[in-house]
T-cell receptor, first 114, second 112 residues
Framework: DQQVKQNSPSLSVQEGRISILNCDYT??????FLWYKKYPAEGPTFLIS?????DKNEDGRFTVFLNKSAKHLSLHIVPSQPGDSAVYFC?????????????FGKGTHLIIQP | DAGITQSPRYKITETGRQVTLMCHQT?????MFWYRQDLGHGLRLIYY???????DKGEVPDGYVVSRSKTENFPLTLESATRSQTSVYFC???????????FGPGTRLTVT
């Protein structure tokens, strides 16, 4: 039972345009959401996060939107750059306290075309 | 500033052998985690630790053992490796109340 879903295994976007990566979740107990970026042969690196009490968080070219009623979040990258080509993982954390780790989606491979 | 390191980076072992993957962090983070990444599954939590001598199971703990005698180290042991444990293993750490986890570079383990 997949609690965090990234339904697009890959996405191709032209350089300079907007990249929109989507993520859906099923567990209403999740209270914090994160996006990680991963290059081949490296560990995931933290990109941006959002608390469930907010609906938007922005950091430079990256903006994450959260729609709690739809249990949906999205990552917008504007403008897209060649270095953005990577696998992006959506992750979520429950609100039960403690440190029970993150639940990850399967990832979306973003390819920025020149 | 070494951050979080994993060793070895690559390992080939045979079915039935014991193998230990090492993880070391220099930030004095309280929490440490082990994940495995497999095609079609994303990253899945194996074990985590909230502090030295405190560990707990994640989503896929079977076949793995962890210990944490020192805050900075969190080794993961496969007591009797199986082919299904062929994977890329990532260690991560985080401070107590912040949710961002910082990942190591990963260990690619192949069990033949």
């Amino acid at each position: 039972d997949q609690q965090v879903k990234q339904n697009s295994p890959s996405l191709s976007v032209q350089e300079g345009r907007i990249s929109i990566l989507n993520c859906d979740y099923t567990n209403s107990m999740f209270d914090y959401f994160l996006w990680y970026k991963k290059y081949p042969a490296e560990g995931p690196t933290f990109l941006i996060s959002i608390s469930s009490i907010k609906d938007k968080n922005e950091d430079g070219r990256f903006t994450v939107f959260l729609n709690k009623s739809a249990k949906h979040l999205s990552l917008h990258i504007v403008p897209s750059q060649p270095g953005d080509s990577a696998v992006y993982f959506c992750a979520a954390r429950g609100s039960g306290g403690g440190a029970d780790g993150l639940t990850f989606g399967k990832g979306t491979h973003l390819i920025i075309q020149p | 500033d070494a951050g979080i390191t994993q060793s070895p980076r690559y390992k080939i072992t045979e079915t039935g052998r014991q193998v230990t993957l090492m993880c070391h962090q220099t930030w004095s983070h309280s929490y440490m985690f082990w994940y495995r990444q497999d095609l079609g599954h994303g990253l899945r939590l194996i074990y985590y630790s909230a502090a030295a001598d405190i560990t707990d199971k994640g989503e896929v703990p079977d076949g793995y053992v962890v210990s944490r005698s020192k805050t900075e180290n969190f080794p993961l042991t496969l007591e009797s490796a199986t082919r299904s444990q062929t994977s890329v293993y990532f260690c991560a750490s985080s401070r107590d109340s912040t949710y961002e986890q910082y990942f190591g570079p990963g260990t690619r383990l192949t069990v033949t």
